[in-house]
């Protein structure tokens, strides 16, 4: 059964990047693009607590540095994610029962990514990485990323309790 979650966990993963780099990349938003990817890993990582959600997110970061259009170097975002996936699980038990915890926590997960990417991208010196244009797309990343969360989180995280449900229960049938 744990490769069941697996499956499922890679099968969300990828396609959140697909949808990402193949729908949402060619629309045209102002500011940035809305980050799929990130916020269906920090959903799960909420649901699987802090080691796997490390592990999940760290797995979404390495697809976002190689999948194309990728311009930074590998592993930055694996980096940045790995570190936010484990503070968001570790507040899974804090939003229990919660409807709209999770969406602030996610919320905060995005924050922290963005402003952790544009730092590392600061200290190993990306040209790109600039005071204005980090406060010119921060504010609409993150408000693109808010305005899809209630309707990617709630998604995510039911699938990925009925999974972890689902795998309880077989383990205590065997």
């Known amino acids: 059964m744990k490769y069941r979650r697996i499956a499922m966990v890679a099968v969300m993963l990828?396609?959140?990047v697909l949808v990402q780099t193949v729908v949402l990349t060619r629309i045209p938003f102002p500011g940035a693009t809305p980050d799929?990817?990130?916020l269906v890993a920090l959903s799960i990582a909420?649901?699987?607590?802090?080691?796997?959600?490390a592990i999940?997110?760290?797995?979404?970061?390495?697809?976002?540095?190689?999948v194309?259009?990728?311009?930074g170097a590998v592993g930055r975002w694996a980096l940045v994610?790995?570190?936010?996936?484990w503070f968001v699980g570790r507040a899974s038990d804090a939003v229990e029962g919660s409807a709209g915890l999770p969406l602030l926590v996610v919320a905060g997960g995005v924050v922290a990514s963005?402003?952790?990417?544009?730092?590392?991208?600061?200290l190993i010196?990306?040209?790109?990485?600039?005071?204005?244009?980090?406060?010119?797309a921060l504010p609409s990343a993150v408000l693109y990323d808010v305005l899809f969360s209630p309707f990617v989180v709630p998604v995510v995280m039911g699938l990925a309790r009925r999974l972890e449900v689902t795998t309880t229960y077989a383990r205590t049938v065997r």
């Open 125 to 136: 010196g990306d040209a790109r990485v600039t005071t204005s244009a980090v406060t010119g």
């Open 81 to 85: 994610l790995c570190l936010v996936g």
């Open 68 to 71: 194309p259009p990728a311009d």
């Open 46 to 53: 909420l649901v699987q607590g802090p080691t796997r959600g």
């Open 14 to 16: 990828v396609t959140a």
């Open 56 to 66: 999940v997110c760290f797995c979404a970061g390495l697809l976002l540095d190689v």
């Open 36 to 38: 799929l990817v990130l």
């Open 114 to 122: 963005l402003v952790g990417y544009a730092a590392l991208g600061w």
